[in-house]
């Protein structure tokens, strides 16, 4: 079993920067995948970022190319999502996520990620 925990989460006016930060801890070996999921009330769970923990290769939803940046430590097995030029639209509970996943597929879909976080929320107003 692999636990997550994020933080990182806040309040930010449009423009500003937040950075949110996912401990794993576990069975960290059983995954090969960390990634940042986001949700919006009455809106389905969006893939924001993931990255590839045994290279560091990133992918990115469109809206946040540019903007956001995901890395990761290995030596602290956490994994970072530096936010930029943060927008209202912004604005959602955002997930820490974590798979083990081979080639092929979509690194977007969230049923691939088998463990996850409680969550962190991120509000930006206009």
């Known amino acids: 079993q692999v636990q997550l925990a994020e933080s990182g989460g806040g309040s930010v006016q449009a423009g500003g920067s937040l950075r949110l930060s996912c401990a794993a801890s576990?069975?960290?070996?059983?995954?090969?995948?960390l990634g940042w999921f986001r949700q919006a009330p009455g809106k389905e769970r969006e893939g924001v970022a993931t990255?590839?923990?045994?290279?560091?290769?990133?992918y990115y939803v469109d809206s946040v190319k540019g903007r956001f940046t995901i890395s990761q430590d290995n030596a602290k097995n956490t994994v970072y999502l530096q936010m930029n030029s943060l927008k209202p639209e912004d604005t959602c509970m955002y997930y820490c996520a974590a798979a083990y996943m081979t080639s092929g597929g979509r690194w977007y879909d969230a049923y691939r990620y088998r463990h996850w976080g409680q969550g962190t929320q991120v509000t930006v107003s206009s």
């Open positions: 576990g069975y960290t070996v059983s995954v090969n995948f």
């Open positions: 990255i590839y923990t045994g290279g560091g290769v990133t």
